[in-house]
């Protein structure tokens, strides 16, 4: 059982939104919310579409924040300003939880672990977290302040504001060329990328959720880019867990207006379609 120290996490401000007083859009996001295909695809929306060839999205909004600093002066007049259209593309509570906790246990980067390290008394970076242990982690931090991977979607400017467009990552495509419908705009095919590759499995959900980072890559191995491999996120999802994450995410399920039914696995059901599409 690891041991977690208090107050040890910062406090960090809602992420700041991508404001284009052209095309009179704000996009609201959030990480592991389908955030960086909904940042391309406003830079596209935007006209940046030959600036961003081999340029990441990070790097894309601090250039976007410095060259619009203008627009960021006064947000909450946007905000109220009915002729701008505003966006927040949003995930079900269940999935995005199960996506923060892969990434932590093995990314490239390997901020997202060190951001929970923070709070533990005797981190170790081989074995890292089980899932249970990461909900224990979740429990003992303020989500409305926490780090973007995990924080509550809702923990945004947005939620106050009248006249809110939803776009869920489910059904993200549709979504956006609906926005782009009112914007008189060109619907902007969309590229998503997981930072996982998923693969599917015989092992019981008890087990899984008692897996520590060893425990995935000898079950699961690695992928091209030396990425462990996961199962679909399913798997993690429990009687037990699922009870501890719709109340940990409350507020999210609640403003999201999202039911605590288990969503059915993106790729699988996108494998299941093309089937049935090839046999009929």
């Known amino acids: 059982m690891v041991m977690l120290l208090p107050n040890s996490q910062p406090i960090h401000r809602p992420p700041r939104p991508l404001v284009d007083p052209d095309s009179r859009l704000i996009l609201f996001w959030m990480h592991r919310c389908g955030s960086t295909t909904a940042q391309r695809w406003f830079f596209e929306i935007a006209g940046w579409g030959d600036r961003m060839r081999g340029v990441g999205t990070g790097e894309l909004a601090s250039l976007w924040y410095r060259e619009h600093a203008q627009a ?18 949003v995930r079900h509570p269940l999935s995005r939880a ?16 060190r951001a929970v390290a923070a709070s533990l008394a005797a981190p170790d970076d081989e074995r890292r977290l089980t899932f249970l242990e990461f909900l224990d982690f979740l429990e003992a931090i303020d989500l409305t302040t926490a780090n973007y991977h995990w924080r509550l979607q809702s923990a945004q400017d947005w ?6 467009q939803l776009v869920r990552l489910e059904s993200i495509q549709s979504g956006l060329n609906e926005v782009c419908r009112k914007l008189g705009k060109r619907p902007v095919p969309l590229k998503i990328n997981s930072a996982q590759t998923k693969r599917a499995t015989g092992i019981a959900k008890q087990e899984i959720v ?15 880019r030396g990425i462990v491999r996961f199962p ?49």
């Open 210 to 224: 008692n897996f520590t980072r060893a425990d995935f890559a000898r079950a699961f191995g690695h992928d091209r």
């Open 159 to 164: 939620p106050e504001l009248s006249g809110m």
């Open 72 to 89: 960021y002066e006064n947000l909450a007049a946007h905000y109220r300003d009915p002729s701008f259209l505003k966006v927040a593309v």
């Open 232 to 280: 679909p996120y399913t798997k993690f999802l429990t009687t037990e867990t699922v009870s501890r994450l719709t109340k940990l995410y409350e507020r999210d399920f609640a403003v999201l207006k999202y039911g605590p039914k288990i969503p059915p696995d993106r790729a699988r059901w996108t494998l299941q379609s093309l089937k049935r599409r090839l046999i009929g």
């Open 98 to 113: 199960v996506s923060s906790f892969t990434v932590m246990t093995d990314t490239k980067s390997g901020l997202q672990w």
